[in-house]
C-alpha cells in the first residue's frame, strides 16, 4: 500500500518561511519523479514544481520560481519543498505527488497525499 504523508505545514507571516516534508512508503521511491501542487478552495489543483527521479533536474511554476526548491533523500523516502519570501497568495493546502512522469498535469501522477495546509498572513 503506497502512502504518501505531508508535514510541515502552518500558519507564517509575509516573508516568512516554510519547509514542507513528504514521507513516501509502499513505493520504490528512488523510481519516482516527485512533484509538488497546490489548492485552494474553489479552484483547480496548480502544479508548483517537480524534481525528477535522479535528483537532476527540477521545474516549477514561473509563481514560485526562485522562492521554493524541492529536494529529495531518496535513503529516507523523503522530497522536501522549501518556501521562502511567503506571500499571502501561496496559501493553499500543498500536496505532494509520484509519477513515473516529470510532468505538471495533475492526471499523470500515480500517488498523492493527504495534503498540508499552509497559511500565509499579511
Known amino acids: 500500500q503506497v502512502q504518501l504523508v505531508e508535514s510541515g505545514g502552518g500558519l507564517v507571516q509575509a516573508g516568512g518561511s516554510l519547509r514542507l516534508s513528504c514521507a513516501a512508503s509502499?513505493?520504490?521511491?528512488?523510481?519516482?519523479?516527485m512533484g509538488w501542487f497546490r489548492q485552494t478552495p474553489g479552484k483547480e489543483r496548480e502544479f508548483v514544481g517537480v524534481?525528477?527521479?535522479?535528483?537532476?533536474?527540477?521545474y516549477y511554476a514561473d509563481a514560485v520560481k526562485g522562492r521554493f526548491t524541492i529536494s529529495r533523500d531518496d535513503a529516507e523516502n523523503t522530497v522536501y519543498l522549501r518556501m521562502n519570501s511567503l506571500e499571502p497568495e501561496d496559501t493553499a493546502v500543498y500536496y505532494c505527488a509520484a509519477g513515473q512522469r516529470g510532468s505538471i498535469i495533475v492526471p499523470e501522477y500515480d500517488y498523492w497525499g493527504q495534503g498540508t495546509q499552509v497559511t500565509v498572513s499579511s
Open positions: 524534481l525528477t527521479r535522479s535528483g537532476g533536474n527540477s
Open positions: 509502499g513505493l520504490t521511491f528512488s523510481s519516482y519523479h
